[in-house]
């Protein structure tokens, strides 16, 4: 009957570090034909660290101001940025003023009697960004590095690069679902010769580069709309909605609070071959029922 199988897998998942909030999602998830994974802290350890950078003028002042402003974000771009300067010994000799920050983009300031724009080459002007230093922030990109961009009234003041290391498993992980028939699928707001070099590396099926979160919210939606029975796979904030919507929402354990508790299965050791082993139990157990 129902209950025992379903209760049996369920203490099977909890063994192996997948908590399933439910039978019902160990049914739907028996269904799944597509998974979209969050890029940053879920394919990638979520920790870039700065790699390259390439400033206008070089007495580290450019530095200096970049470092004041993104102090103002919590973004892990800005954090690592951060952290870089004070490795450089670049604190900042002045207080940026009217700090606004846009998620998806970057972020705006006053400082030093200069309007300043850090973020993505969209946010700063991307004709002026793809020529600044005869074309490095392209090359950047390829190597599948972020690329941040700085500028001020008189242009792009520095490109800033940023590499965040792919998971161990995450080949592998992907690898298993495909052998079990699921589409993978990567969403990023990253841009999109980052994403496809990311993607390369990891062996995703798709990708979706530049997504705001709306709108991976959206793709979610597609998705569904498309194949039916679609998981995603996320660790933060942003990811939420789009967690919330998918039929099978799976959170990283390492995630924020607000992705915890949205998802409908937690990963608890952060392992993403888990959610193969998690595909193969649903199965068994819809073949007993
Ligand atoms: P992701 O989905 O990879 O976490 P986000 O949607 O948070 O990316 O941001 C998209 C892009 O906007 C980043 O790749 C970066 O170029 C830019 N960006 C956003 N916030 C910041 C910031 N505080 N400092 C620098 N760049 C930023
Ligand atoms: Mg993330």
Not at 104 to 128: M, N, P, T
Not at 144 to 172: H, N, P, S, W
Not at 175 to 202: F, H
């Amino acid at each position: 009957s129902i209950m025992p199988a379903m209760l049996s897998s369920i203490s099977n998942g909890a063994r192996r570090g997948i908590l399933f909030k439910g039978g019902i999602h160990l049914e739907k998830l028996s269904r799944m034909k597509v998974v979209a994974f969050d890029k940053t802290g879920t394919l990638t350890e979520g920790y870039p660290h700065v790699t390259d950078a390439y400033f206008r003028d070089d007495d580290g002042s450019i530095l200096e101001n970049i470092r004041a402003i993104e102090a103002n974000s919590n973004h892990p771009l800005a954090q690592s940025i951060v952290r870089y300067a004070e490795s450089q010994k670049y604190l900042p000799k002045s207080l940026p003023e009217q700090i606004t920050e846009e998620r998806g983009h970057g972020v705006k300031a006053v400082l030093g009697g200069s309007s300043w724009k850090i973020g993505s080459a969209e946010f700063v002007g991307r004709e002026e960004s793809a020529k600044f230093q005869g074309g490095i922030a392209g090359k950047l990109a390829a190597e599948g590095k972020t690329v941040v961009f700085a500028a001020d009234e008189k242009g792009i003041a520095a490109v800033i690069a940023l590499k965040d290391t792919v998971r161990a498993e995450t080949a592998t992980a992907l690898k298993s679902l495909q052998q079990n028939g699921i589409i993978t699928v990567m969403l990023t707001g990253d841009n999109e010769k980052t994403a496809a070099a990311i993607a390369a590396e990891c062996g995703i099926d798709d990708f979706a580069a530049a997504c705001l979160p709306d709108e991976k919210l959206n793709r979610i939606k597609q998705l569904k709309d498309q194949y039916g029975a679609v998981g995603m796979v996320g660790d933060g904030i942003n990811d939420a909605p789009a967690l919330a919507t998918a039929n099978v929402g799976i959170a990283m354990g390492a995630g924020t609070d607000v992705a915890l508790e949205t998802a409908d299965i937690v990963l608890m050791k952060n392992d993403l071959s888990k959610i193969a082993d998690a595909v193969s139990l649903s199965r068994r157990m819809s073949r007993i029922i």
